[in-house]
């Protein structure tokens, strides 16, 4: 697994826009995030950059989340996820999310780079 100081951002500025890097502390409950994206705050309502799960008040967010990156810090590997959900700001989000490991000592993932786009936005509830 890469290391958070392999990857250089200048390299990813086209898809700068579209990452989250959250740091994790042992557990995938216990994390930060260290930067979030422009259009990925945008899309959520507002930037969570240096927020901890407590910025997760949606049940529903916070169970796709722990879901999905609990796969990515236990299993040591990549994941992809096209998914659906209302976040804690009461936005309906269809994401597709590629989330990656990084380890700072090559045995735990301790970061994960997530590259998340939307497919459709809306302000409120789920339709139909």
Do not use: C, H
């Not at 990857?7 to 579209?18: A, T």
């Not at 994790?24 to 901890?52: H, L, P, Q, Y």
Request: proline content about 4%; glycine content about 8%.
């Amino acid at each position: 697994m890469p290391a958070r100081a392999d990857i250089d951002p200048i390299e990813m500025r086209e898809w700068l826009g579209n990452l989250v890097l959250v740091e994790f502390f042992g557990d995938v409950r216990k994390f930060r995030i260290r930067v979030d994206g422009t259009n990925i705050a945008e899309a959520g309502g507002r930037g969570r950059s240096g927020a901890n799960v407590e910025a997760l008040t949606s049940e529903e967010e916070r169970d796709v989340l722990f879901r999905q990156y609990s796969v990515v810090l236990d299993e040591k590997r990549p994941a992809y996820y096209e998914t659906e959900f209302t976040n804690s700001d009461g936005r309906y989000l269809r994401e597709s999310k590629l989330l990656l490991p990084l380890s700072s000592d090559g045995e735990t993932v301790n970061m994960v780079l997530a590259g998340i786009y939307y497919r459709q936005i809306s302000s409120n509830r789920r339709p139909g």
